[in-house]
């Protein structure tokens, strides 16, 4: 049936408690993108059928299958999007070394992007600050446990 496989990307993130990071579910992503491909594909062949012999009994399944498009994309983008805020929370819970279990159920992308894109890079334990001279205004419960590992330094000015 129409987006079940989408539905189960969102179900499988509800059954995880808070804090806990499931393992990337790549081959549960690449079918609902399979989907969407296999329901964009019918779609365009139908609306060109419609056009060319005016077959408006086409709409109804073509406007079904645009829905379950949206729905399908709505359920990716809320899975890698769920992803992303426990990821960030476990930043922060942890800080710059995520330990290896939780770093196990990252796909290559999301270690890539946490490098890419946050303020430290790991090598080897080591942790290096990207942007030296950069200030964040940050409430400081946020922030407590990087100050007290010596990673940010609270500036009073």
Request: hydrophobic share 40%; charged share 30%; aromatic share 8%.
């Amino acid at each position: 049936m129409f987006c079940e496989k989408a539905i189960e990307l969102i179900r499988e993130l509800h059954r995880m408690s808070d804090g806990q990071l499931p393992a990337f579910n790549e081959d549960g992503l690449r079918q609902v993108l399979q989907e969407m491909e296999a329901l964009y594909d019918q779609n365009q062949s139908d609306v060109n059928e419609a056009k060319a012999e005016g077959r408006s009994d086409l709409i109804a399944s073509i406007k079904l299958r645009h829905c379950c498009l949206l729905r399908n994309q709505r359920c990716v983008t809320a899975y890698l999007y769920d992803r992303l805020l426990r990821i960030r929370a476990l930043r922060w819970e942890y800080g710059s070394v995520l330990p290896a279990n939780v770093r196990f159920h990252m796909c290559a992308e999301e270690v890539r992007c946490l490098k890419d894109h946050g303020e430290f890079e790991i090598d080897d334990g080591t942790v290096i600050l990207l942007k030296k001279n950069s200030q964040h205004f940050l409430p400081r419960w946020k922030c407590e446990q990087l100050i007290r590992q010596g990673v940010l330094e609270h500036v009073m000015s």
